[in-house]
C-alpha cells in the first residue's frame, strides 16, 4: 500500500510546499487538502475493517483543519486547532480499539508524556489567552502518541506518523507563540504530511492490502 501510493503523494504534497513561498494565492488551501484528499479516499477504498470510518473522520477533520488556517479569517486559528483536536480523538478512538500497554516500549510512552508536557510548560508564559485550548490539544496529542505505541500489534508505520505529527506541531508552536524559525512553514508541512500518510497507509496496510 506505502508503495502503491508515495508517488502520487508526493508529487501533491511536494507541489503545496514548493508553493508555499507564493502563498496566499487563489485556491492555496485547496492545493494545501489536496494529498488529504488523497489519503481520503486512500482510507474509503480500503477493505472494511474496525475503525476505518474513525480513521475517515480523523483524516476529513485534519483536512477541515488544512482550509481553516489557510483561510486565515479572524478566529481561524482557534477554529483550525478545534477542528485538528477532533481529529487528534478520532485518531486516539481508532488506535484504543487495539489498546495493550506495551512493556518493551515503555521509555518511548514516557518519552511521549515528557515531550509535550516540557513543550507545554515552556512555551505556558507565552500563550497569553490560548492557555486552556492549547492545555486541551496538547492532552489530545499526547494520547493520540501514546494511543500508537500501546497497540496490540505493534506498527512501526503508525508510531512514526504520530512522532512525525508531535514534531510538526511543536515547530508551529514555537513558531507562532516563542519566536520565528527560519523555513518554519517548509518543516511543518514536510512533517505534517509524512505524518499523516504514515498513520493512514500504516493502518490500511494492517488489514491487507485493498
Known sequence: MQNKWALPFAILAGI????IRFTPYPLSYAVKA???????????????????????????????GDVILDLNFKGAFIAGLASFLTAHVCYVIVFALHLEFQKKLLLVSLAGIAFPAAMAAFLWPHLGELKLPVAVYVTAIASMFLTSVNRSNINSSLISGAMFFVISDSVLALNKFYAPIPAARYAIMATYYLAQYLIVTGLVDEQGES
Do not use: E
Not at 16 to 19: A, G, K, T, W
Not at 34 to 60: D, E, K, N, Q, Y
Open 34 to 64: 489536496l494529498p488529504i484528499l488523497l489519503l481520503l479516499v486512500i482510507t474509503l477504498r480500503s477493505a472494511p475493517f474496525r475503525g476505518r470510518l474513525g480513521l475517515a473522520a480523523a483524516v476529513f477533520f485534519s483536512g477541515c
Open 16 to 19: 503545496f510546499i514548493v508553493s
